[in-house]
Antibody
Framework: EVQLVESGGGLVQPGGSLRLSCAAS????????MDWVRQAPGKGLEWVAR??????????EYAASVIDRFSISRDDSENSLFLQMNSLEIEDTAVYHC????????????WGQGALVTVSS | AIRMTQSPSSLSATTGDRVTIACRAS??????LAWYQQKPGKAPKLLIY???TLQSGVPSRFSGSGSGTDFSLTITYLQSEDFATYYC?????????FGGGTKVEIK
């Protein structure tokens, strides 16, 4: 069974940093691209970032709203995905989901339950 | 960035109804379109990808159609467990973007 479990969320002041982790199990993690997607309270879904696999040099893509502030990475030996978030803004307050990119052309087929990040003074 | 516009933003229906949700892309995305269902407090669930391909395990009362810029999700014979919010998402280029969502409520 595919499982994705996020951790590392919490309360942080504007301008601060936070690192989210996602523990993956039930599939060969190193074979799949991975995404972070967020959802602000009461709002819709926003794609944040994607990381490819080793064969694609672990290249990354980002939403314009987070580029130069957020960094996605992975540790295939630990079956883990990360999101380093710097220079956090109030608008970054959201539940952050990690999601597996399926072998279906590029959309996500499994999602974690998410980690809440609250940016507030 | 490609803008995804869903309509309506909400609708009321009863069990047994046929429901259709529309999604329009601001430019041609071929068939790189997915539909998700989300229930309160839960992670989104993939229903359809490639505009019309049903994800494994999804009931056949869900169907998708369209290509280019205009797409739709249809639920035939709405069931109680289908009351949720539905999102379309394109994955034709970066950044990936979602529609604003359609909340299907009980009439």
């Amino acid at each position: 069974e595919v499982q994705l479990v996020e951790s590392g969320g919490g309360l942080v002041q504007p301008g601060g940093s936070l690192r989210l982790s996602c523990a993956a199990s039930g599939f060969i993690f190193s074979d799949y691209f991975m995404d972070w997607v967020r959802q602000a309270p009461g709002k819709g879904l926003e794609w944040v970032a994607r990381i490819r696999i080793k064969a694609d040099s672990y290249t990354t893509e980002y939403a314009a709203s987070v580029i130069d502030r957020f960094s996605i990475s992975r540790d295939d030996s630990e079956n883990s995905l990360f999101l380093q978030m710097n220079s956090l803004e109030i608008e970054d307050t959201a539940v952050y989901h990690c999601a597996r990119v399926g072998r279906n052309g590029g959309t996500t087929d499994y999602w974690g339950q998410g980690a809440l990040v609250t940016v507030s003074s | 960035a490609i803008r995804m516009t869903q309509s309506p933003s909400s609708l009321s229906a009863t069990t047994g109804d046929r429901v259709t949700i529309a999604c329009r892309a601001s430019q041609d995305i071929n068939i790189y379109l997915a539909w998700y269902q989300q229930k309160p407090g839960k992670a989104p669930k993939l229903l359809i990808y490639g505009a019309s391909t049903l994800q494994s395990g999804v009931p056949s009362r869900f169907s998708g159609s369209g290509s280019g810029t205009d797409f739709s999700l249809t639920i035939t014979y709405l069931q109680s467990e289908d009351f949720a919010t539905y999102y379309c998402q394109h994955y034709s280029s970066y950044p990936l973007t979602f529609g604003g969502g359609t909340k299907v409520e009980i009439k």
